[in-house]
Nanobody, 121 residues
């Protein structure tokens, strides 16, 4: 059974930093793009950043100079380094990944359970 397990959320003061991690567990054939989304209170889920298997990234304009996405392909893990956090970054953060479980199956999108990030003084 494929699972995405996130960690690293929490409460941080404005201007602080957090590093989120998301690891894929279970038997799989391949992982394609990985990404981070967030859902602020009362709002829709939005893309934060995504990264290809070759390390090509793109990020939302609101986080472009503050957040960095990276991945460790050997460990099937994606990271989100968040610096200079602002109250408006408060949200539940979700990782996702496009995964092919076996060679014969089509690629599907899997989601983590979400981790809360709260930026407040």
């Amino acid at each position: 059974q494929v699972q995405l397990v996130e960690s690293g959320g929490g409460l941080v003061q404005p201007g602080g930093s957090l590093r989120l991690s998301c690891s894929v567990s279970g038997s799989i054939f391949s992982i394609n793009d990985m990404g981070w989304f967030r859902q602020p209170p009362g709002k829709e889920r939005e893309l934060v950043a995504r990264i290809t298997t070759n390390g090509i990234t793109n990020s939302a304009e609101s986080v472009k100079d503050r957040f960095t996405i990276s991945r460790d392909n050997a460990k099937n893990t994606v990271f989100l380094q968040m610096n200079s956090l602002k109250p408006e970054d408060t949200a539940v953060y979700y990782c996702n990944a496009r995964i092919r479980v076996t060679y014969w199956e089509r690629e599907l999108v899997y989601w983590g359970q979400g981790t809360q990030v709260t930026v407040s003084s």
